[in-house]
């Protein structure tokens, strides 16, 4: 690779002359900038970044971990971040934790998951990243990122445990308030719920706006139509059956997963959904889309998370103080055919 030396000599100018010229400081002539840039091209001259950033101390790189990239939730995220870094001339290495890979629903031993953070982030230290964007799976606390004082962090769906480090997370308790309030829009009073596991923060935030939304609107909330699930499709399946016979005229499940064994159901018994009963889901899975009828849900703002994410670490590194603990955006309510039947 051609060194600026080269082409210095092969311009016939001084080696100041050539840096400045590549690095846009300084004036000169613009016939001898002309030159240099020929000369540098005809060379295929590509300056040495790392070296540049050594010297101005910062490498104007952003570490992403994603828990694992695999998820829906982290490729629109890492988009995101993508974005805002390219707006800002700032570069961005990826790693991937596989933690749904490894272990399906996630860690186990806290140990060891402690331990596969702790080593990327010390990789990601070692290519001399400025910050680090931390991608989480779900909703949850991360623990480990405070024992790490080198590194600045952002958390991205996710909340960190360490009030310094801020997190960018989504209101699902809103998103749930506004999705059920949209199923009483439509007459219904009986609604079914089909909620994640008891220790998943989504569940507590869903369920709390799905009650906030009934109170609200003077429904009694009935604990008998609300039913745990695991996020999966074949438990929508298990549970729509007792949730119609006891009488609902709507279904909230909390993931679009679970709606879509909801509807499976409802197709094997010709029950007509959007007329016969209104299902709702959430996330905006593809599957939504393009199931028939179409899945109404809620959207995370997943690449609103990270471009807000970017550009809190962007803020960071330019010295500014973490703006606060938790970014919270708002969801899209998305209706489509699974709700639009007549309205009384």
């Known amino acids: 690779m051609a060194t600026i030396r080269e082409i210095s000599e092969r311009a016939n100018v001084s080696i100041a002359t050539v840096s400045k010229v590549l690095n846009g400081k300084g004036r000169v002539n613009e016939k001898t900038r002309q030159t240099v840039l020929e000369v540098a091209r005809q060379l295929n001259y590509r300056p040495n970044l790392n070296a540049r950033n050594l010297k101005s101390g910062q490498s104007r790189t952003i570490g992403i971990i994603t828990e694992d990239l695999t998820v829906f939730n982290a490729p629109e995220i890492v988009d995101g971040i993508a974005a805002a870094c390219d707006e800002a001339g ?45 991608i989480g799976c779900h909703s949850h606390i991360v623990v480990s990122l405070s024992e790490h004082t080198e590194p600045k962090f952002v958390c991205a769906y996710c909340i960190s445990k360490d009030e310094n480090i801020p997190s960018v997370i ?18 219904d009073r009986r609604i079914g719920m089909i909620t994640g596991p008891v220790d998943s923060s989504h569940t507590a935030n869903r369920t709390r706006g799905h009650q906030r939304a009934l109170f609200d609107h003077g429904v009694p909330y009935d604990p008998t139509l609300t039913f745990t699930g695991d996020w999966e499709r074949d438990c929508g399946y298990a549970i729509a059956g007792e949730l119609i016979s006891a009488g609902v005229t709507a279904i909230f499940a909390h993931n679009d997963l679970m709606a879509m064994g ?4 409802c197709n094997e018994k010709r029950i007509n959904v959007g007329r016969d009963l209104r299902l709702i889901g959430f996330d905006d899975r593809e599957i939504a889309s393009v199931c028939r009828p179409r899945l109404s849900t809620a959207a995370p703002p997943l690449f609103e998370i990270g471009q807000a994410a970017a550009k809190e670490m962007l803020s960071i590194l330019a010295g500014n103080k973490p703006s606060r603990h938790n970014i919270m955006l708002d969801c899209s309510v998305i209706e489509r055919e699974s709700t639009m039947g007549s309205k009384p």
């Not at 890979?101 to 990243?129: C, F, I, T, W």
């Not at 989504?170 to 007459?187: Q, R």
């Open 90 to 134: 700032y570069h961005y290495i990826l790693g991937n934790l596989r933690f749904y890979k490894r272990y399906g629903n996630g860690p186990k031993d806290l140990k060891e998951s402690n331990a596969l953070v702790h080593a990327a982030v010390n990789g990601m230290l070692s290519k001399q990243v400025d910050g680090i964007i931390y």
């Open 170 to 187: 989504y209101n699902d308790e809103k998103a749930a308030y506004d999705l059920t309030e949209l199923l009483l829009s439509y007459g």
């Open 262 to 265: 909801v509807l499976d159901y």
